[in-house]
């Protein structure tokens, strides 16, 4: 029994690993796909083609030149543009000792009036709110209680 709970630790451990790679971020813009409004579901089948998750460092160089400075975040941010919401989702970059959630400091056009931006650090979490993570390590405590 204990081999088991020990087992299941591991497992859980290292679903909730942040290893080295690149951060993927879903990637789009309301105003051109409206599926990507709130609630956004990627995953359905009938439109999962129409969203992709981008590696945020394979262009990074051509965007951000502070690299050795930086990391790839997550941003989705919501705006007015003219008189409609517009919500983008995509990649940002930040100073690697920023830890907050707020996005970076950008400029916005003479029609545009943010709303709300907020930056996460793992793949898709720009996505539709989830409980996964969360859940998982609720969850933890109590499958290791049932194995013992």
Not at 3 to 16: H, Q, R, T, W
Not at 44 to 57: A, G, M, T
Not at 110 to 124: A, I, K, Q, R, S
Request: glycine content about 6%; hydrophobic content about 35%; charged content about 20%.
């Amino acid at each position: 029994m204990a081999k088991l709970s020990i087992a299941v630790s591991i497992v859980l451990l290292a679903l909730f690993v942040n290893d080295g790679e690149a951060v993927r971020c879903w990637t789009c813009s309301s105003d051109i796909n409206p599926l990507c409004h709130d609630p956004f579901v990627a995953g359905r089948s009938d439109n999962s083609y129409l969203f992709r998750l981008e590696n945020c460092d394979a262009n990074a160089g051509a965007t951000y030149p502070y690299l050795s400075s930086s990391r790839s975040v997550c941003k989705k941010q919501k705006k007015y543009i003219g008189n409609e919401l517009v919500i983008i989702r995509g990649c940002t970059w930040k100073r690697q000792d920023d830890t907050s959630t707020a996005c970076p400091s950008s400029s916005n056009g003479p029609n545009e009036v943010p709303l709300f931006c907020e930056t996460c650090d793992y793949d898709g979490c720009n996505g539709a709110a989830t409980i996964g993570r969360t859940l998982a390590l609720l969850v933890a405590p109590l499958a290791l209680l049932l194995f013992k």
